[in-house]
């Protein structure tokens, strides 16, 4: 049976409520992005309109002609030159390692009713889980495993809850942020796992941890992932990932120190000799 690349964006995402229309799908990226805005529609669904400037977030899935059928009657789609609702086409979908074209369900500009809200950093997921916690859970894999700077920037308090260890599959540590001094960490969707600290925090913490990872500036942006913490699975963690990666760069001395003496007291000790190696190979730095 022939298969189809579909981009998906608002509630066909993984724990959203039309997601049961990909069961049995294939996952290709579950973080990826594609160019548009994403809106607000106020019914509990976003658009994706055209935009030659904006990025929008999601997730590609591999499906067959039965599944793209049943997702062209959701969005209101019955072929070319017919009254469609949203129009399904191709577009460049990108994912951490590969550009995919996809079908793409958006909605022309002309729809659009004016005066509707776009949604910051083009990820329904994350606008979702911050409407409907209070507090919630906080992946941390680099720097802000470190509990030195939240004392020095007066933020501390927010970052008490410690949960325990999680495991981040699928997914690789690399340092593709270029800062003036050196690389920052990241997370790449590769085969793998990254260990982080797990932090419960109430949502006045993610003031702080936006100024922090210069989400308005575009450097992070806040994504939903799931983890592993004591065998235990958690689903629709937050955490941030680089939204424009480079090749690595060295990763300057303090910084490396924040990460291993945030780790220290909750990573396995595999994953610590794992990292030092990965700096010393990539990097030549020797701790």
Known sequence: MEKYMVFVYGTLRKYQRNHYLLSGASCIASQCW???KLIDSENGYPYLVP???GRVNGELYQVDQLQLKELDTLEGYNGTNHNNYYVRTKQDIYTDKECYEAFVYILPNEKVKPNLKEIKNGDWSVNQLLKQKQSLFYFAYGSCMDA???KSAGVNHYFQKVIGRGILDNFHLRFTRKAHDGGRADIVEEAGS???KVYEIPKEALSYL????GVNAGCYRPAVIDITVNGRQFTNILTF???DKEEETAPPNHYIEEILRGGSDCLSADYMVKLRK????????KI
């Open 210 to 213: 936006y100024r922090r990872e």
């Open 148 to 150: 030195e700077r939240f």
């Open 51 to 53: 935009s030659s400037s």
């Open 34 to 36: 594609t160019v548009g």
């Open 241 to 243: 990932v680089v939204v």
């Open 194 to 196: 990254v260990e982080g």
């Open 278 to 285: 990965q700096l010393k190979e990539y990097f030549n730095i």
